[in-house]
């Protein structure tokens, strides 16, 4: 397999374990929602050597649609706030900051690090991977259903824009 295939399947491989690994701070007794796997610190800690980067490039895509999914939680109360080590808990308003603020920088690594890693043709392939998957994860998920309508609203407004007369 060529080189480049490789490091595509790696990403998309890494997207989908992206998905759930903030979830990873139940296993490792860090306490739900803890700030450091609920953020884009995974991410770019796997950026520390270059063969990783796709690694890294499919993670942060994954790890950032759920963050954005976690940023909808019923209430952000207890179980649902960020936790710091040697902080604590987060309150609501830094909570919601924290996750919307870490999704979307994670989203940006991501798609940055897929122009730069992948040839055009492979990053389109990528870009239809992670909509088509995060749209399934975001369907199944708590906090999904207002983050895509907030991406389905985003890109109505988007198209429209370039669409309107000059």
């Known amino acids: 397999m060529p080189p480049a295939a490789v490091a595509v399947l790696v990403t998309l491989i890494a997207f989908v374990a992206g998905l759930t690994a903030p979830d990873l701070d139940l296993r490792l007794w860090l306490g739900h929602r803890s700030g450091l796997t609920h953020s884009v610190l995974p991410a770019l800690l796997l950026l520390v050597r270059r063969t990783w980067r796709p690694v890294a490039c499919g993670t942060a895509a994954g790890t950032g649609l759920h963050l954005a999914a976690d940023s909808f939680p019923n209430r ?17 308003g830094e909570s919601y900051a924290w996750l919307a603020i870490n999704a979307l920088a994670a989203l940006i690594l991501a798609g940055w690090l897929a122009r730069r890693l992948h040839a055009p043709a492979a990053a389109t392939l990528l870009a239809a991977a992670f909509l088509i998957g995060g749209v399934g994860y975001l369907w199944r998920t708590d906090g999904g259903w207002p983050v895509l309508a907030i991406v389905v609203a985003g890109g109505g407004a988007a198209y429209w824009w370039r669409r309107r007369p000059a």
């Open 76 to 92: 952000m109360i207890g179980y649902a706030t960020v936790k710091l080590p040697g902080v604590g808990a987060l309150s609501a």
